[in-house]
């Protein structure tokens, strides 16, 4: 079992700012995973957006190249996405998961919104 709980969503308007957090917890959950961030944006498929391993290694989707930043704590088994230069079209509920294939059972995400 793995536990996952995102937050750090929020209103924001086009051009601002927010940092996620994803904390991992349980018995089944390896630090050595490389993880992920993915939306769903409303009547969409969820999308993985930015990946990165247990030793630093990044990479994202073209759409968010140059504005999101991966990282991760593995210390505290928690990643981030720095997300900058947010758009309307990032409008979605941010999840993690484990990559490149989501194997663990989806948290409540953590919604953003970017007003135009």
């Known amino acids: 079992q793995v536990q996952l709980v995102e937050s750090g969503g929020g209103l924001v308007q086009a051009g601002g700012s927010l940092r996620l957090s994803c904390a991992a917890s349980g018995s089944s959950f390896s630090i050595y995973a490389s993880m992920a961030w993915y939306r769903q944006a409303p009547g969409k498929q969820r999308e993985l957006v930015a990946r990165?391993?247990?030793?630093?290694?990044?990479n994202y989707a073209d759409s968010v190249k140059g504005r999101f930043t991966i990282s991760r704590d593995n210390a505290k088994s928690t990643i981030y996405l720095q997300m900058n230069t947010l758009k309307p079209e990032d409008t979605a509920i941010y999840y993690c998961?484990?990559?490149?294939?989501?194997?663990?059972?989806w948290g409540q995400g953590t919604q953003v919104t970017v007003s135009s």
């Open positions: 998961n484990s990559a490149p294939n989501a194997v663990w059972t």
């Open positions: 990165i391993t247990f030793g630093g290694a990044t």
